[in-house]
């Protein structure tokens, strides 16, 4: 009974690794284009935080992109070789933002976005959902916030969700000018531990850092 209860757990672990390298391989062939041109500040971040939670200053996740599963076929009855395969899947709308976490007792949620542009940044980058959870988040007290990287210039900015949400009630454009940044934004320096040290921006926000 062990011997046997031990193939079961193996052929499910076995099973499950396939299923999710099949997944992967479907998924990063279609994810290219949806998702390469914002590689580069969606790295950074990452190890970012990957570096706050190894410090245990703060746990900040990236969140997971829902997954929309077409076409499966399972191995037929008896047949223990044939693992499952995923024939046809789709990277669904993100619901709400990148990022969120905890930083100091204080919930963290923001979206990270990358333009080539050098004099302003487009705000059909960010969807209405979007706009309207960070408004929410702000509201019931917690820190909301966008970083974008102009990476023409090579530069990275935090724009509070207050500051964001006053240009948009106040202006007609459609972009926010990279002038707005200059004046209302924080810029992000890049360092080696951690890549982008947004947090010491953060502590700004709160205060009494």
Avoid at 83 to 91: D, G, H, R
Avoid at 181 to 192: A, H, P, Q, R, V
Wanted: hydrophobic fraction near 30%; charge should be positive; aromatic fraction near 12%.
């Amino acid at each position: 009974m062990k011997r046997e209860n031990t193939a079961n757990t193996q052929n499910k672990t076995e099973t499950s690794g396939t299923y999710q390298n099949e997944l992967y391989q479907l998924l990063h062939q279609k994810k290219t284009n949806y998702a390469g041109r914002g590689m580069g500040l969606e790295e950074d971040l990452n190890k970012s935080n990957e570096y706050y939670r190894q410090m245990e200053l703060a746990y900040i996740y990236k969140k997971p992109t829902p997954i929309k599963l077409v076409k499966v076929d399972y191995p037929s009855k008896g047949n223990h070789i044939t693992a499952v395969k995923i024939k046809e899947a789709y990277f669904e709308s993100p619901s709400t933002t990148d990022y969120n976490g905890i930083y100091r007792g204080k919930y963290i949620d923001f979206e990270a976005k990358e333009t080539k542009l050098k004099t302003s940044f487009p705000l059909d980058n960010i969807h209405t959902h979007q706009l309207t959870h960070l408004k929410n988040i702000t509201k019931c007290g917690g820190i909301g916030f966008l970083i974008v990287r102009f990476s023409s210039l090579e530069e990275t900015y935090l724009l509070t969700a207050k500051d964001l949400f006053d240009y948009i009630e106040t202006q007609k454009r459609k972009s926010v000018p990279y002038s707005y940044f200059l004046e209302k934004g924080y810029k992000i320096e890049e360092s080696m531990f951690p890549r982008l040290d947004y947090l010491k921006i953060v502590d700004q926000i709160i205060g009494g850092a």
